[in-house]
């Protein structure tokens, strides 16, 4: 039974090479999936269009987790951290006018995720290189090339490999 499982594990690993993986966006609509389902318990909805939802909801995470198109799906996932940061800034202001909130907190978690995913993908098709929207670091701990998107001004980059922080002009 055990060596069943660990031959089950070890299928998932490698069924998931080159894959996207789960992201915020993913959790995200996980969450949102769960809380409908928690809604449509309360109110003992008859609607199918409410199970519908649940189920397309489920449906697209999945969807994304085992994509390949990593560069699509990381897009997606920045789309929905910048328009999370709009509705948290938007509801910070109305508590305290004119207060400056950073963002980098949730860049560096969208980067982090981005080059875990690229990492993932390695063995698969996906060649590391620089181009018009990106540009490639090296971490000045371990030497682990970075990418990053192009134009976002100074970001702080996390190293996939070993966690060090530095700033770059992207
Ligand atoms: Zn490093």
Partial sequence: MRNFFQRLSEGYRRFMVGRYGSDQLSRFLMFLSVVMLILNMIFRSRTPIFYFLVWALIVYSYFRMFSKNIEKRYNENTR??????????????????????????????SYQ????????????????????????????????RVRVPRGRGKIEITCPRCGQTFVKRS
């Fill in 80 to 109: 929905y951290l910048q328009l999370k940061e709009k509705v948290m800034n938007w509801f910070r202001n109305r508590r305290s006018s004119g207060k400056y909130y950073n963002s980098s907190a949730s860049n560096r978690d």
């Fill in 113 to 144: 995720n981005y080059n875990q995913a690229y990492h993932n993908a390695q063995s698969g098709s996906h060649t590391m290189r620089s181009d018009r929207e990106h540009r490639i670091f090296r971490c000045p701990s371990c030497d682990q």
